[in-house]
């Protein structure tokens, strides 16, 4: 069996979360996400903790136990502080403005950037530095993706959207003989 699946998911104060079989569905002050879980995995809540248990002993069967709970201990998070991750703006004239849920992005190109979140997601800029926040794990990362997707940070100048404590590789421009 796997070892993170045997780990019971504790509640915190203020999350409720139920369990129907493999569904799964947790509210809290972040917001609200429910997930179904793999076929062979159930989870059940009691006294404040929530225990996963597996039905299939196949190698399959023990990793998605270990999924399983993973997922629900981080919807659990999710709900309870909600996650966040932050971008920086680098390059000469780089410049980004939320209007609503829309991101306008000045990147150097002969046109401005737009991306519109998905609803959940709060996206907010402070001069240089994005900040990507909601209650789904998957969904933040997966909006931060995109959004350094539209200028991946460069190897020779180091402009770009990176994460923020990326390290770039820096690269020798050409030289002259």
Do not use: W
């Not at 504790?10 to 609200?32: F, L």
């Not at 990793?63 to 703006?89: C, H, P, Q, T």
């Not at 390059?91 to 992005?105: I, N």
């Not at 001069?127 to 991946?152: C, F």
Request: proline letters at 6%; charged letters at 20%.
């Amino acid at each position: 069996m796997s070892r993170i699946g045997k780990k019971p998911v504790a509640i915190p104060t203020g999350v409720t979360v139920q369990t129907d079989g493999t569904r799964v569905a947790a509210k809290g002050p972040k917001g609200d996400l429910a997930m179904t879980l793999p076929a062979s995995v159930t989870a059940v809540v009691k006294d404040g903790v929530i225990t996963m248990s597996c039905s299939n002993g196949t190698a399959t069967g023990r990793s998605l136990f270990g999924l399983g709970r993973s997922l629900v201990a981080n919807m659990v998070e999710g709900v309870s502080k909600g996650y966040s991750i932050d971008l920086e703006l680098q390059g000469v004239g780089f410049r980004a403005a939320v209007q609503g849920s829309k991101l306008t992005m000045t990147i150097g190109y002969s046109y401005p950037v737009e991306y519109v979140a998905p609803a959940g997601i709060t996206i907010t800029v402070k001069e240089t530095n994005i900040t990507v926040s909601g209650p789904d794990k998957q969904v933040v990362g997966d909006v931060a993706a995109r959004i350094r997707s539209y200028y991946p940070p460069e190897p020779y100048k180091g402009k770009g959207i990176r994460y923020k404590g990326e390290h770039v590789r820096r690269k020798a421009g050409k030289t002259v003989a």
